[in-house]
């Protein structure tokens, strides 16, 4: 394959998703629409990546460089039309020769395996490759008209577009790959003499075919190509992502009882033999290992589960959580940035923030780490093979040593050393008979008053 450059098109305000977050910065599936493109982007290895951004996007340069960090980002003032944004992006890519791929920032969907194959096409003709796909409703697109050996000859913008035209499916998706040396003695003949009025980039189509040179095509599903203009298709492409990973996930040996209620990221990392139960989401930046059950309605983000740990039903795991092997985190449980143990189990009612949990430790029920003061946060270590007595406050920074036992309902502001029994609240006073004798005087007053 040719050395690659790519150039992608972000210059594009979104007025409709009336926002003032740049529209490619918008997330699906856990990670902006732009990185979707920039992580498929870096399948292929370029030698260079250009962003042609709006003014005031700065964001955008930022989050390209995040993904590669030499690439150059170019701003367009005016926005005047697809050729005239790819002219921006000429002088940063000064020297280079090969292919050069145009992608747009807001259609996230298009898979790596789908740009190689384009560029493939693009390498073997030489000149340059259009991806089309068939569209259920080519209202929009630009119709790919092609030739009798399916070379496409020219694009025809839907406003542009005769009737007859107007009848063909097989749309532009927009992307395409072209020599650099074509691309730039072209780009110069573009015209606008259009319905928009607008430099198409498309036109270089007609140009390279005029000069014998007909575009090669490369086609894709309909729905690798859904870009995103709104927020109802920004909901169509989340859904999109949701459908693809939920199988990636089940063929790659999850089982998903209910696949169309679980939420993944883009980044989730699953192992084979996890059984994730309906209702669970999760957000970036989850590894769970192989053996792991997450039961209903449970809320994982930044967290790693070792393998056979059991999660849920109803647990939140934030980020920073790190579940050892064996270990149960049950309903209603909160862990943040907290190891716990191997073995350990934490199983009602809980919030265990900026903790460790040694292994084989047992928290009981509605034990909470006091971790914050108002002010800053503090760490509670909680040794090994220790039992937490029900309703135990741990006020950090505390040290629970290992095998240490603490009595329930306790407010431990001071470090247990190792094997201690730890009581810490108000000792239990008993007064034989004092209830019956209470009871009695309430029921004579009562009905003295009911006399009077
Ligand atoms: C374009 C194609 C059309 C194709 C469709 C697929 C042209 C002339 N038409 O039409 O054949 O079927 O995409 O969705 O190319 N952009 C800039 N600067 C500009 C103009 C556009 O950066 O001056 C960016 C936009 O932000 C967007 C992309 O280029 O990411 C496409 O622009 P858009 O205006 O949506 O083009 P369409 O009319 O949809
Ligand atoms: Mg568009």
Redesign the pocket.
Known sequence: MNNIAIVV????MGTRMRSDLPKVLHRAAGRSLFDHVLMAARDLDPARVVV?MGPAMNAVADAARAVFPAAAAVV?EQ????G??VMMAKDRLAGFSGTILVL????PLVRPETLKDLCARQAAAGSLAVLGFEAHNPH???RLITDASRHIVV?R?ELDATPAERNIKL????IIAIDSGLLWRLLPNLGKANAKG?Y???DIVHLAAAAGQPAALAQCPESE?M?VNDRAQLAAVERAFQERYRLKHMLAGVTLTDPATVHFSADTEIAADVLIEPHVVFGPGVRVASGVEILGFSHIEGAVIAEGARIGPFARLRPGAEIGANAHVGNYVEVKKAMIGEGAKVNHLSYIGDAKVGAKSNIGAGTITCNYDGFDKHPTDIGANVFVGSNTALVAPVKVGDGVNIAAGSVITRDIPADALAIARAEQVVREGAAARYRQLKRARKAARTKA
Request: aromatic content about 10%.
């Open positions: 098109l972000a210059a594009g042609v367009q926005r005047l039309g697809t005239h944004a747009y920032g807001d259609a929009g697109y630009g694009i913008e749309c532009n998706s927009g607008e198409y980039l498309t190509v870009g």
